[in-house]
């Protein structure tokens, strides 16, 4: 280690003691030790590496007993990722979001994703492996479960381990409608702290196979109504997503929670896409003339692309 790493690891855990989050760089590397005894609520740790957050799990299971731990992953630029890049749709996403949501689907039917790190699954079968649950809580809307399925099997992805779901939040098979997800989330929460979480209505949430699809929904209020809902206590649950939101609303809710929470921002060493943002646009462009007028899809009367002379 260099004078200047030993430095930057010397002030990383200097701010982790003093409960910052702690930026990209030095933070990457902090010592299981230094996790497990300095985690307290509301802390959040940057890390580069899953190993890191699996690491910290096993040593947290070694502690309070495997069946007592939960590890709570995101999906997208997580566990998965898109290494053509794929198009640019922020504009259509502020000024045509109904077209938006359309168009991402089907992007999303058709692409193949890569697990974010080489051997990730191997490093996720260490937790099964270990006796530790697992499951996925991703921002994806129900619609989209079962091409994240295809694409978690296709990674060697499972939740072996996953607990079913039951009441408050599973109280039947299916999507569950916005009304019996705020409803949950009174019983399981109360009023004054989604209040101070800002939880104020529910949208539709889907829980199987270990994955809870819930859009739109603030994470840390669906992590306990989740906890609450699998019919079994833990006393630690490991959180690990690449959105600085979901890490900050996690960590928010964990200064009410009775389970110790380690909350991970993962920052994936994304490689360059292997062709320019101009040209994979172009290609979608493309692509979407030709989709549109082979299938007419209903989005296609939106875009402009020519699906009227199909028909």
């Not at 259509?92 to 990730?120: H, I, Q, Y």
Request: proline fraction near 6%; include cysteine; charged fraction near 25%.
């Amino acid at each position: 280690m260099t004078r200047q790493q030993a430095r930057r690891r010397t002030m990383a855990t200097a701010l982790a003691m003093l409960g910052f989050a702690v930026s990209n760089g030095g933070a990457a590397h902090l010592s299981r030790a230094e996790i497990a005894e300095k985690a307290a609520p509301g802390q959040v740790f940057v890390i580069d590496s899953m190993s890191s957050a699996i690491d910290n799990a096993l040593q947290t299971a070694s502690r309070v007993g495997p069946d007592r731990v939960l590890v709570v992953f995101d999906v997208d630029s997580t566990l998965l990722y898109d290494p053509l890049g794929g198009p640019q749709l922020g504009d259509m996403k502020d000024s045509e979001p109904e077209k938006f949501r359309s168009v991402e689907r089907a992007l999303m039917a058709l692409k193949s994703l890569a697990p974010t790190e080489p051997g990730l699954a191997g490093e996720l079968a260490r937790l099964d492996a270990a006796g530790i649950a697992t499951y996925a809580l991703t921002a994806r809307g129900e619609d989209m479960r079962d091409m994240t399925l295809r694409e978690l099997t296709r990674a060697g992805i499972a939740f072996p381990r996953a607990p079913e779901c039951g009441p408050p939040l599973c109280v039947k098979r299916g999507i569950l409608p916005p009304d019996v997800v705020l409803a949950a989330a009174q019983e399981v929460v109360g009023e004054a702290e989604l209040g101070r979480l800002g939880f104020a209505k529910g949208r539709p949430v889907g829980v199987s196979d270990g994955v809870m699809n819930a859009a739109g929904l603030h994470k840390g209020v669906m992590l306990r109504v989740l906890l609450a809902s699998l019919g079994r206590e833990y006393d630690a649950v490991i959180f690990v997503d690449d959105a600085r939101k979901n890490v900050d609303h996690v960590a928010e809710a964990a200064s009410a929670m009775p389970q110790q929470v380690a909350v991970f921002h993962y920052r994936m060493r994304r490689p360059q896409p292997p062709v320019p943002q101009a040209t994979r646009n172009a290609r979608w462009e493309a692509a979407l003339g030709a989709i549109c007028l082979a299938l007419a899809p209903e989005w296609c009367d939106q875009t402009g692309t020519g699906a009227s002379e199909a028909r």
